[in-house]
């Protein structure tokens, strides 16, 4: 029996394991799947919780559901991967697991005792965070009472996952805040390292336009050094200074600590790998799908979805002593909730950035890219069943394929 | 993309202000794009650049700001000091490297 481990049974891992296991011949191989966590959160829906759209039903879901009876599950924090020895070390009764390949797929997560401030004595008073499933559910008993004022949130550092959702987080706010009879008391700010609302030129010129319809404000390149939460500041590494009454922070995103300590990771425990086939730049049995891998696209679900896609046709290829493809071309797919009802959408790769037109049959669409309209918000809400039932379970989506397409888009 | 002419060279840039040609780059052309930011190059400096510029030449890519502390020993706060405002883009740009992938 050939043995492949995979570190995270989260969106990537489980994605990666329902497909290797439809693939590969079950007398031959074995695979085996370790998380510390029972529960699979649906992240994307954190998003919502603050706003009272999605409860704990929506997002939590117990893990070993959504794998395959034959695939092995461990419940265990993992304390360090041996790639010179072929082998992964479990805090579970220091129990030692052998492979042939790793799959690294233990994302990435909010480090907010990265930026001093923040979890001292204000943490979860007048500083929040909705990058977890507790962080979202305290900004909502948060908000509910709130009774006005400046509400900033701030990017630490990029990358972070979705990287789109501090900016639905404020068009939602807009909305929430109009709804309830109290957005002229409410001043919305977003601060960020980046230049510009977001990181692509095209995207960026109507997010920022309709931030400034909307009379949310933008202060860009601002990098966080600290936070003063007595005096409720933040503070830049050039000492300009932002006050605020609410802070949603998005933390620092890091990579897990033990891709760090198994000398796996770069500066932010990322694992580098070659960018169209994940296979490690280091170990040619090891590969990273999902956040967990250093690569220059979004960190975003939709991308792990079409990255393991290439990825289990490649390692099917690989196994068999074939040459891999370069498959994976970043492609990446995000819905932008943008509120009252209606989305953007955005499809882009490493060489191609978001354009308009109709996804994902030009011309014809149903969805709108690079524009604002109905049908992206219930693309948007549709996402989620997609996710647990189409996505999770490795099952292709119709008519969207991994690699970008330039069809039905406009350019100029 | 613009050409301008530097220390009486015509030197190629992108719409960013990120060089070309990686090989249009001398001592001489990385003092005059800091002197148009502002920017006199001192020792310091010096050590941040030729550390971006070895970094790219193992990785192939612009080291984040992250990065840069991390593995030159300068800190955050110092790169602020020696290149305000964006410090990973500015050292890239006089550097002649491209623009860090960090932010996507
Ligand atoms: C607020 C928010 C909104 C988002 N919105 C969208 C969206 O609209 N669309 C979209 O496509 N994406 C969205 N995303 C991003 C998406 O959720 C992630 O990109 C996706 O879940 C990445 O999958 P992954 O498998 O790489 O990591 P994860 O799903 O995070 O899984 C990592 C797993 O590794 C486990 N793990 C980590 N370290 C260890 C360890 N040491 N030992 C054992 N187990 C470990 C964790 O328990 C976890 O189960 C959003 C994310 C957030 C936070």
């Known amino acids: ?28 191989w074995q695979i085996t799947v370790v998380d510390q966590d029972e529960t699979h959160y649906y992240q994307p829906g954190f998003l919502f919780i603050p706003f009272g759209i999605y409860g704990e039903q929506e997002v939590v879901k117990p893990k070993k559901r959504f794998l395959p009876a034959n695939v092995q599950l461990i419940i265990s924090p993992i304390q360090l991967i041996e790639p010179e020895k072929n082998r992964v070390i479990l805090e579970k009764e220091n129990q030692i697991l052998e492979y042939d390949y790793l799959i690294i797929a233990t994302g990435t997560h909010p480090r907010p005792d990265q930026t001093p401030g923040l979890t001292e004595e204000e943490w979860r008073k007048s500083i929040h965070d909705f990058y977890t499933y507790e962080g979202a559910i305290a900004l909502r008993n948060k908000l509910k009472n709130w009774q006005g004022g400046h509400l900033v949130v701030n990017i630490m550092e990029m990358p972070i996952k979705c990287p789109v959702a501090p900016l639905e987080f404020l068009f939602l706010a807009d909305w929430y805040f109009t709804q309830r009879q109290m957005r002229d008391r409410v001043k919305l700010t977003l601060v960020t390292p980046l230049p510009g609302a977001f990181t692509k030129p095209k995207a960026t010129q109507l ?29 830049s590494y050039d000492e300009e200074e932002v006050p605020y009454d609410l802070l949603v922070t998005i933390p620092v995103n890091m ?69 891999m493809e370069p498959n994976f071309d970043g492609h990446a797919n995000c819905f932008i909730e943008t509120g009252y009802g209606k989305g953007i959408l955005i499809d882009f790769n490493y060489d191609v950035e978001p354009l308009p037109g109709k996804f994902p049959l030009p011309g014809i669409g149903p969805f709108t890219l690079l524009q604002e309209s109905r049908i992206n918000h219930w693309g948007k809400m549709m996402f989620r069943w997609l996710y647990w039932n189409m996505l999770l379970p490795g099952r292709e989506i119709p008519f969207i394929s991994n690699q970008m397409s330039l069809a039905g888009k406009q350019s100029d | 993309m613009t050409t301008l002419e530097i220390v009486g060279k015509q030197v190629e840039f992108d719409e960013e202000g990120f060089l070309k040609n990686p090989d249009d780059w001398t001592r001489e052309l990385a003092e005059a794009l800091a002197a148009e930011m502002g920017i006199t190059l001192t020792p310091k400096h010096w050590q941040v650049i030729e550390f971006c510029r070895q970094d790219f030449q193992r990785t192939g890519e612009s080291p984040t700001l992250r990065r840069i502390t991390k593995e030159s020993g300068v800190t955050t706060k110092e790169l602020y000091k020696l290149f305000p405002k964006g410090p990973a883009k500015k050292v890239a740009r006089i550097a002649g490297l491209k623009k860090p992938t960090g932010c996507i």
Do not use: C, W
């Open chain 1, 1 to 28: 029996m050939k043995k492949i481990l995979i570190l995270g049974a989260g969106t990537a891992g489980t994605m990666a394991a329902n497909k290797l296991n439809h693939l590969l011949n079950k007398q031959e």
């Open chain 1, 207 to 235: 997010l920022s336009q309709m931030f400034t319809e909307r009379g949310i404000e933008v202060v860009p390149e601002f990098y966080t050094e600290r936070v003063e939460p007595a005096q409720k500041l933040l503070i």
């Open chain 1, 255 to 323: 990579g897990a600590d033990v891709i760090g300590r198994s000398g796996l990771g770069d500066e932010l425990n990322h694992v580098p790998v070659d960018k169209h086939t994940f296979l490690s730049t280091k170990y040619d049995n090891i590969f990273a799908l999902g956040d967990a891998a250093s690569l220059p696209t979004s960190k975003a679900g939709s991308v792990a979805h079409f990255a393991v896609e290439a990825f289990a046709e490649n390692f099917i290829r690989y196994v068999n002593g074939r040459n």
